[in-house]
């Protein structure tokens, strides 16, 4: 089992930033993919950005591309999202999710990837 604990969040004005962590615990990750889905109120859950665990190689949603940075640490088993040039329609509950495993590229934005999942930590930016 993995155990996934978010942290960061808060309240930040439009044009801030905020850097969320994600702290795995349990299984050790050899390979995979970590990353980050939100879910506005009335919407569903979507895609943010993931990190594979071995390459490094990143994906984003368009929505986020050129202002937020996924990364990770190895020692720590931890991985962050940087989120800069916030608007008010960043405003979410972020989930960090992780699959456990090797992962075709073109699937790891889908949610039903995921196995792991995070408690979600609320990130709201006013106007």
Same mark, same amino acid.
């Given at each position: 089992?993995?155990?996934?604990?978010?942290?960061?969040?808060?309240?930040?004005?439009?044009?801030?930033?905020?850097?969320? +962590?994600?702290?795995?615990?349990?299984?050790?990750?050899?390979?995979?993919?970590?990353?980050?889905?939100?879910?506005?109120?009335?919407?569903?859950?979507?895609?943010?950005?993931?990190?594979?665990?071995?390459?490094?190689?990143?994906?984003?949603?368009? +929505?986020?591309? #050129?202002?937020?940075?996924? +990364?990770?640490?190895?020692?720590?088993?931890?991985?962050?999202?940087?989120?800069?040039?916030?608007?008010?329609?960043?405003?979410?509950?972020?989930?960090?999710?992780?699959?456990?495993?090797?992962?075709?590229?073109?699937?790891?934005?889908?949610?039903?990837?995921?196995?792991?999942? #995070?408690?979600?930590?609320?990130?709201?930016? +006013?106007?």
């Amino acid at each position: 089992q993995v155990q996934l604990v978010e942290s960061g969040g808060g309240l930040v004005q439009a044009g801030g930033s905020l850097r969320l +962590s994600c702290a795995a615990s349990g299984r050790t990750f050899s390979s995979g993919v970590m990353g980050w889905f939100r879910q506005a109120p009335g919407k569903e859950r979507a895609f943010v950005a993931t990190i594979t665990w071995s390459a490094r190689t990143t994906y984003y949603a368009d +929505s986020v591309k #050129g202002r937020f940075t996924i +990364s990770r640490d190895n020692a720590k088993n931890t991985v962050y999202l940087q989120m800069n040039s916030l608007n008010p329609e960043d405003t979410a509950v972020y989930y960090c999710a992780a699959h456990l495993g090797s992962v075709l590229s073109f699937l790891v934005t889908k949610i039903d990837v995921y196995n792991y999942w #995070g408690q979600g930590t609320q990130v709201t930016v +006013s106007s």
